[in-house]
């Protein structure tokens, strides 16, 4: 297989991104911050570069080497200390391993995206009438809007894993007309997931689950099929309107890189847009007394 190579003027341009970042950010952080005494001018406000690479524990001509844009071997262990003794936020020590070319960690929480929630219901509320809803890193279901609840069948009772109810809820099975050509693309999808995090006991509490709540399940994971998150187009017969098509989208937050948005979309088939503003009506509700029989 091929791999890409990095031309000469993209690797120059790297080093120097890489030189500008780390001075940018050695310039914020203050002697006090990082636990040295003020003593003696100072040119700058922020570290030395010989300061910077005492307090992480690497060679001053090394660290000077790195900081002047020099093609040298970096390892993981070394960036992740200069990145602590920088202060550097889990995006900036993202992007610190990018410009080092490494492969970059894991996205991280950002601590200050922590409350977005309240507005990740606003979202999924605004998307009314279609369908939304939000599920964790694991697939359990965080949030959903009330066109989720009365076209998909998610409601307080069943699992709140959205692999495990897709294979056991009644409800939701009776209405997707096309169950058996989704099953293998929603566990492919699923275990394209676990591969980010192949140590994750998490993940692998929901497999277990998922196997011993269906055989179903059980065989289509050793296929060991693997497919990115994406879109899926939905056939879903529901029982007060007739068929609905729509786009499964799932759609992921940088800031919270745990969360997923998924947003489905009417498609012109079947007049499936006014079907949905209908049974999210006074009119529709009435007649969708909860729960409904699939």
């Given amino acids: 297989m091929a791999t890409a190579v990095e031309s000469d003027a993209a690797k120059r341009h790297r080093l120097a991104e890489l030189r500008e970042f780390l001075m940018s950010r050695r310039a914020r952080v203050t002697p006090a ?5 003020e003593g003696g001018r100072r040119r700058t406000p922020g570290l030395r570069r010989e300061e910077v690479a005492v307090l992480a524990g690497v060679g001053v001509s090394w660290y000077q080497w790195l900081e002047q844009g020099r093609d040298i071997t970096v390892s993981p262990q070394v960036l992740d200390s200069v990145a602590r003794v920088l202060r550097l936020s889990a995006i900036e020590r993202r992007h610190l391993y990018v410009l080092a070319a490494l492969n970059p960690p894991a996205p991280e929480i950002d601590p200050g995206a922590r409350d977005m929630c309240t507005g990740l219901r606003r979202l999924i509320d605004a998307w ?34 959205c692999l495990v ?121 009435r007649g969708a007394m909860y729960p409904i029989a699939g």
């Fill in 128 to 161: 009314m009438p279609f369908p939304a809803h939000i599920m964790d890193v694991y697939w359990n279901t965080i949030m959903y809007n009330e066109s989720a609840s009365v076209v998909l069948g998610m409601r307080p009772g069943i699992s709140q894993n």
């Fill in 165 to 285: 109810s897709f294979f056991t809820d009644p409800i939701y099975r009776s209405r997707s007309t096309d169950w058996k050509r989704l099953a293998p693309q929603v566990v492919a999808q699923f275990r394209a997931a676990c591969s980010e995090c192949p140590d994750d006991e998490g993940f692998r509490a929901v497999v277990e689950e998922a196997k011993a709540a269906s055989e179903e399940f059980a065989e289509l994971w050793e296929r060991r099929d693997i497919s990115p998150g994406g879109q899926i187009r939905k056939e879903i017969e529901h029982p007060l309107v007739g068929v609905l098509h729509v786009e499964s989208t799932q759609l992921r937050v940088p800031a919270r890189p745990d969360l997923t948005i998924v947003m489905h979309t009417p498609l012109p088939e079947a007049d499936t847009a006014a079907k949905l503003e209908w049974l999210v009506s006074p009119e529709g509700r």
């Fill in 33 to 37: 911050e990082a636990g040295l005494p």
